[in-house]
C-alpha cells in the first residue's frame, strides 16, 4: 500500500510544481461565500466524470452537499467518506448528491477508493473531485490560514468544509471542521431533513432536533393562523410554540 502511494506521490509532484506557477491566490479576489449566496461556479474532472457544477445543479434538480477532506490515504477521511458512503441511499431519498473534494488527483482518489470499500466493507458511491490547482479550495476557502499563505506554490491539505446547496444553487449551510476532527454524517444528514421541512411546511426546528419530533412555530406567524395551517399546538412562551410535525 504505502509503495502505491509513493509512486502516486512522485508522479504527481513532477507536474504539480508547474502548475503551481501558473496561479495566484489573492485573498481580495475569493468570492464571500454566505448563507443564501450562490454557490461559486466550477469545472473540474471527478471520479464519475467531468462535472460543471452549476449545469449539473440546473439538470438534476438536485440537493447537494459538498464537502473537503485534507488528503487521500489519510486515516480520518477515510473513516469520513466511508460513512458518508454507507448513508448515500438516505441522501439519495432526500434528492441530495454528495461530492467530496481534496486538492489530489483522479488517479489518487480512485486508487485511494479501493482502501475506503476495504475499511467499509462496501462499494463507494459517489464523486470524489480532483482539485489538483487549487481552484474550488480558494473559491470555496477550504483551508486554514497557514495553508493559504501556501496555496500558490506547495501541495495543501483542505480542512474539513462542508456546504450544502439547494437546486437553486444557493449556500444553505457551511460548516468548518479542523483536519483533527472527524465530522458526523448523521448530523448533515439532519440539517438536510430540517432544511427541506423549513421550506414545504413553514417551520423550524428546535435544538437537537430529528425528523418526526415536533417542530417551532416562526414567531411570524399569528395565532389564528397557526390555527388555521398547523390546528393544534402548545404555547410555552407568546414567542415560543410548538406543533407536531406537517406531514
Same mark, same amino acid.
Given at each position: 500500500m504505502f509503495s502505491r502511494i509513493a509512486r502516486i506521490s512522485s508522479a504527481k509532484q513532477l507536474t504539480k510544481s508547474a502548475q503551481f506557477r501558473l496561479y495566484s491566490f489573492k485573498a481580495s479576489e475569493q468570492p464571500r461565500i454566505r448563507i443564501g449566496s450562490v454557490a461559486p461556479d466550477w469545472t473540474a474532472e471527478t471520479t464519475k466524470g467531468k462535472i460543471s457544477f452549476h449545469d449539473f445543479v440546473e439538470s438534476s &434538480?438536485?440537493?447537494?452537499?459538498?464537502?473537503?477532506?485534507?488528503?487521500?490515504?489519510?486515516?480520518?477521511?477515510?473513516?469520513?467518506?466511508?460513512?458518508?458512503?454507507?448513508?448515500?441511499?438516505?441522501?439519495?431519498?432526500?434528492?441530495?448528491?454528495?461530492?467530496?473534494?481534496?486538492?489530489?488527483?483522479?488517479?489518487?482518489?480512485?486508487?485511494?477508493?479501493?482502501?475506503?470499500?476495504?475499511?467499509?466493507?462496501?462499494?463507494?458511491?459517489?464523486?470524489?473531485?480532483?482539485?489538483?490547482?487549487?481552484?474550488?479550495?480558494?473559491? @470555496?476557502?477550504?483551508?486554514?490560514?497557514?495553508?493559504?499563505?501556501?496555496?500558490?506554490?506547495?501541495?495543501?491539505?483542505?480542512?474539513?468544509?462542508?456546504?450544502?446547496?439547494?437546486?437553486? &444553487?444557493?449556500?444553505?449551510?457551511?460548516?468548518? @471542521?479542523?483536519?483533527?476532527t472527524g465530522r458526523n454524517s448523521a448530523e448533515v444528514l439532519r440539517v438536510i431533513d430540517s432544511l427541506q421541512l423549513a421550506d414545504k411546511k413553514g417551520v423550524v426546528t428546535p435544538i437537537d432536533w430529528t425528523a418526526g419530533e415536533d417542530v417551532i412555530i416562526p414567531p411570524t406567524v399569528s395565532d389564528a393562523d397557526a390555527k388555521a395551517k398547523f390546528g393544534e399546538f402548545v404555547t410555552i412562551k407568546p414567542y415560543l410554540r410548538t406543533t407536531k410535525a406537517p406531514q
Open positions: &434538480k438536485k440537493w447537494v452537499v459538498l464537502f473537503s477532506h485534507p488528503a487521500d490515504f489519510t486515516p480520518v477521511c477515510t473513516t469520513e467518506l466511508g460513512a458518508f458512503s454507507k448513508l448515500a441511499p438516505e441522501f439519495a431519498k432526500r434528492n441530495v448528491t454528495l461530492l467530496g473534494l481534496s486538492t489530489e488527483d483522479v488517479d489518487s482518489h480512485n486508487a485511494w477508493i479501493k482502501d475506503i470499500e476495504d475499511v467499509t466493507g462496501g462499494p463507494f458511491s459517489f464523486p470524489i473531485i480532483a482539485d489538483p490547482k487549487k481552484e474550488i479550495a480558494f473559491k @470555496y476557502d477550504m483551508v486554514s490560514e497557514e495553508d493559504f499563505q501556501k496555496l500558490s506554490n506547495q501541495m495543501v491539505p483542505t480542512v474539513r468544509s462542508v456546504f450544502v446547496i439547494d437546486p437553486s &444553487k444557493k449556500v444553505r449551510l457551511i460548516m468548518t @471542521y479542523p483536519a483533527s
